[in-house]
């Protein structure tokens, strides 16, 4: 993971991504109890291409010319599946501008913050997410003024409200 | 309402605490003990027929 780290540090200084950040249950991971999952997911912001339409076809391209291969939605990077999620929306964008910097065995990276990381799993909605939440809710240090402005910010008061009773 | 035995509730109670313990350590070590979930989790997956990949940590570092 050391090595797939710095292989995405240099994906950035190389300008093929515009900055990246941890998410999914490894970013989870970060603040909770270990949850198991298969994938590193990556949230990314691409550079503007000309069309203006998000696509990781050069991102895949940069990955394939380093000699490595795409597994399914997932591209192996010394030995870890990492897949790659562009920032498709507000709550993505944010969660990308205000990741924490942190490293991995001396090796710097950045994981989206646990607020951010909550409402990406209030606004997903899936059962999983749901856990998820409740995992945050009785594990994580979670800035709750903080939450309260990224909650309404992006329009999930409500499911909050429905989501912790 | 049912009340738990004593004993249960003790043993729910450490269950609790080591998770907030798990949750305490550092990055470094809880992606270890999620590469050790993978390797628990995998040979049940493959069986129901689900291709997975344990991550190998041992990667050259540059």
């Known amino acids: 993971m050391k090595r797939t780290l710095q292989v995405l540090n240099e994906l950035e200084r190389d300008g093929v991504i515009e900055r990246y950040a941890i998410g999914g249950a490894m970013g989870a991971t970060f603040y909770?109890?270990?949850?198991?999952?298969?994938?590193?997911d990556v949230f990314v912001i691409l550079?503007?291409?000309?069309?203006?339409?998000?696509?990781?076809?050069?991102?895949?391209?940069?990955?394939?010319?380093?000699?490595?291969?795409?597994?399914?939605?997932?591209?192996?990077?010394?030995?870890?599946?990492?897949?790659?999620?562009?920032?498709?929306?507000?709550l993505l964008d944010e969660a990308l501008r205000e990741a924490r910097e942190t490293s991995y065995e001396e090796v710097p990276t950045r994981v989206?913050?646990?607020?951010?990381?909550?409402?990406?799993?209030?606004?997903?909605?899936?059962?999983?997410?749901?856990?998820?939440?409740?995992?945050?809710?009785?594990?994580?240090?979670v800035?709750?003024?903080?939450?309260?402005?990224?909650?309404?910010?992006?329009?999930?008061?409500?499911?909050w409200k429905q989501w912790t009773p | 309402m049912d009340t738990l035995k004593p004993e249960i509730a003790r043993l729910f109670a450490a269950k609790e605490a080591r998770r907030h313990k798990l949750a305490a350590l550092p990055?470094?070590?809880?992606?270890?003990?999620?590469?050790?979930?993978?390797?628990?989790?995998?040979?049940?997956?493959?069986?129901?027929g689900i291709k997975v990949r344990v991550w190998n940590l041992d990667s050259r570092v540059a």
């Open chain 1, 32 to 40: 909770v109890e270990p949850l198991l999952t298969f994938d590193l």
């Open chain 2, 27 to 48: 990055f470094s070590e809880k992606v270890r003990v999620v590469v050790r979930l993978q390797e628990m989790a995998a040979p049940v997956l493959r069986a129901r």
């Open chain 1, 112 to 141: 989206v913050r646990a607020e951010q990381l909550i409402a990406i799993c209030l606004q997903t909605g899936r059962d999983k997410d749901r856990e998820r939440v409740r995992i945050f809710r009785e594990q994580a240090e």
């Open chain 1, 47 to 90: 550079p503007q291409s000309a069309s203006s339409l998000l696509s990781l076809v050069p991102l895949y391209e940069a990955l394939r010319a380093r000699g490595y291969t795409e597994e399914g939605e997932c591209v192996l990077i010394e030995g870890v599946p990492v897949q790659f999620l562009p920032a498709y929306n507000a």
């Open chain 1, 143 to 159: 800035d709750m003024n903080y939450l309260a402005g990224v909650l309404q910010r992006h329009g999930l008061e409500r499911k």
